[in-house]
């Protein structure tokens, strides 16, 4: 029997067929109803639902099962099973979805999973599929009373499927008001009505498959055609990344709750209704009025055609990517499962990232391979752990060519400096993990060289930490990093680490304390965004080959794979996207220098 996720698989090419073909319709219509960077966060957000419900179902579907065999109030499989039983199931689930739906909007905690689903300004098929990746933790409770009633939990998961696929088709603009369908049934229009913003359509129209339940508890509004809806949240997102537009309502009410000086208040902002404040924080913290006529404005940041292709293209990896893990997720091992879901994840951060322009597409690639790259060492697919090891850091090096060379004729020499020993540092990596992901094969000894070519790595950093900074800036950073070496080296001494090894660890470890040393004092006298990247990097530098060396020489770690190589491509990320932040400072400094200096004299600077 297909698993919910199969069955979701399965179903993929209706939603992309039917996506298309609303496309083409607003197209005849001269209203295109798609702007590509909106629908993919949609899509990206319902890809990431569906794979974080790999793990949350065991929560819900665990704890509806337990109920349903052990506290179930009435036993009568056989009427469940029987069709007049399937049909009141599935009442009685959009009965319960009504509340849960209804309650999304009326209680803060609850809304802060709900409200992903709410945040595109659109609405087309797409944004039926944006899903939240939290609403598992607590949905679970409005169910309860069907395990209660024993209803089996293959019906339940059946019928639950149903009632959400129902619901992908009501998210459009393109099918007008129904008559008497929409008397009875949650429709286009009626649905409308529950994603506009517009004062008088706020927070109606709950119902999953039947209108039915907002008639009767009277949250029911008919579409007016003389106030056309307007989609969005109050308090637009306005980004496409799919982890922010899952944590920014919690992150909010965290912020009020931490702020709020009465403790009781500070339990309330959690189950008052969302735009809800303690006194005190509102006055501390005050929001703009909410104004319909601004949130008509549609965020929308550039995107150039090569950078489209390659969302498209991106989008494209991740959904077959996803495919392949829901279709094999419930008969891999947890272990398994996480490491693939981790891939996935930082995919879409990439993804999300790039359309954005907060990173590039060759960092998003670098970000994407050292994944790939991770997960491939910890699950011993070694060709290709050899194929993208030594891929990250090439895609690296096309990230800061590609970053530095529209404006490398117009830069200074300080920032050709500042290239060439960023290029340079990363090359010497690149040698150093081709070095040690050989060592040992073909009965060859290359870790030596392997840590060689770090230590040059590192010094390059180093050099690179001290073009715009004093040495050491700050004497309590190089101590206490210092004091964290020195003790690092004791306990790597005294836990196995060979003779031989003792004198180049010591080297080593020494190197690596002053780059981060050197980033830390840079940070310092920078005090900006770039710089904090920077010195971030060199302390996950530290993270890292602290990891490998007491994997190595003293005991080896589980999974240590992933730690190992997690925290180093975090740290040359972290380091490469701080550089190329700093660059492009440093050339807008320069640019308008240039500018200011050939301004009239009568004209102010």
């Not at 981790?342 to 790039?354: E, I, S």
Request: hydrophobic share 55%.
């Amino acid at each position: 029997m297909l698993s919910p996720s199969q069955i979701i698989v399965l179903a993929t090419p209706v939603f992309f067929a039917l996506i298309a073909v609303e496309w083409l319709i607003s197209l005849k219509r001269q209203r295109n109803a798609y702007a590509l960077a909106d629908a993919l966060s949609s899509l990206n957000l319902g890809v990431l639902s569906q794979t974080s419900a790999v793990f949350t179902k065991l929560l819900t579907l665990g704890i509806y099962t337990f109920v349903a065999s052990h506290v179930a109030l009435i036993e009568a499989d056989a009427f469940w099973m029987s069709l007049p039983g399937w049909v009141l199931a599935l009442l009685f689930y959009d009965f319960c979805y009504y509340w849960l739906h209804r309650m999304g909007h009326e209680v803060g905690v609850l809304w802060a999973a709900h409200a992903v689903h709410h945040q595109s300004q659109a609405y087309n098929l797409s944004t039926a599929l944006r899903q939240t990746s939290s609403g598992a933790l607590l949905g679970w409770l409005f169910y309860l009373p069907m395990a209660l009633a024993g209803v089996p939990p293959l019906v339940f998961a059946v019928v639950g499927l149903i009632d959400l696929l129902y619901q992908f088709w009501v998210h459009t603009e393109q099918v007008k008001k129904l008559g008497w369908f929409d008397r009875w049934f949650c429709s286009p229009s009626n649905h409308r009505v529950h994603h506009a913003v517009n004062d008088q359509y706020l927070d109606k129209n709950y119902g999953g498959i039947l209108i039915i339940w907002d008639r009767l508890f009277g949250t029911f509004k008919e579409e007016d055609d003389k106030e056309p809806c307007v989609y969005g949240t109050r308090g637009l997102l306005q980004s496409w990344d799919p982890l922010w537009a899952n944590a920014t309502v919690y992150r909010q009410l965290a912020h009020d709750s931490w702020h709020a000086r009465n403790w009781l208040d500070k339990a309330r902002v959690w189950l008052k209704p969302p735009g809800w404040r303690p006194v005190d924080v509102a006055q501390r913290f005050p929001k703009p009025t909410f104004d319909l006529d601004a949130h008509r404005a549609i965020y929308a940041p550039p995107m150039n055609r090569p950078l489209r292709w390659f969302a498209g293209l991106q989008f494209a990896a991740l959904i077959a990517g996803a495919t392949a893990f829901l279709w094999n997720a419930d008969q891999s091992v947890l272990a398994t499962n996480l490491i693939w879901f981790g891939v996935l994840l930082t995919g879409q951060w990439a993804l999300g990232a790039a359309m954005q322009g907060r990173i590039s597409p060759w960092m998003a690639l670098m970000l994407q391979s050292g994944a790939l790259a991770t997960a491939s060492a910890a699950l011993g697919l070694r060709e290709w752990h050899w194929l993208f090891k030594p891929a990250t850091m090439f895609f690296a090096l096309l990230c800061i060519a590609a970053c530095a060379s529209p404006a490398w004729t117009s830069i200074q020499k300080t920032s050709k400096k500042h290239v060439y020993l960023l290029l340079a540092a990363i090359v010497f990596s690149l040698g150093g993990d081709v070095f040690l992901m050989l060592d040992g094969q073909f009965k060859l000894g290359l870790f030596i060289p392997g840590l060689i070519s770090f230590l040059l790595a590192h010094a390059c950093y180093i050099a690179l930490f001290k073009t715009d900074a004093p040495w050491f800036a700050s004497r309590h950073a190089l101590w206490l990093i210092a004091a964290i070496g020195a003790g690092m080296y004791a306990y790597l001494f005294t836990h196995g680490l060979p003779a031989a090894m003792r004198i180049p660890v010591a080297v080593y470890v020494t190197v690596i304390a002053l780059m981060a040393a050197q980033a830390w004092g840079r940070y310092q006298v920078q005090q900006d965004r770039s710089a904090l990247l920077v010195t971030l990097g060199a302390s996950a530098f530290m993270v890292s080959d602290s990891i490998l060396a007491i994997n190595r020489f003293v005991q080896p770690l589980p999974w240590a794979a992933i730690w190992v190589l997690a925290s180093y491509y975090v740290a040359q990320a972290l380091i490469v996207q701080g550089s190329l932040r700093w660059q492009a400072q440093a050339h807008i400094a320069t640019d308008f220098s240039a500018r200011s200096g050939r301004l009239p004299e009568t004209q102010p600077t």
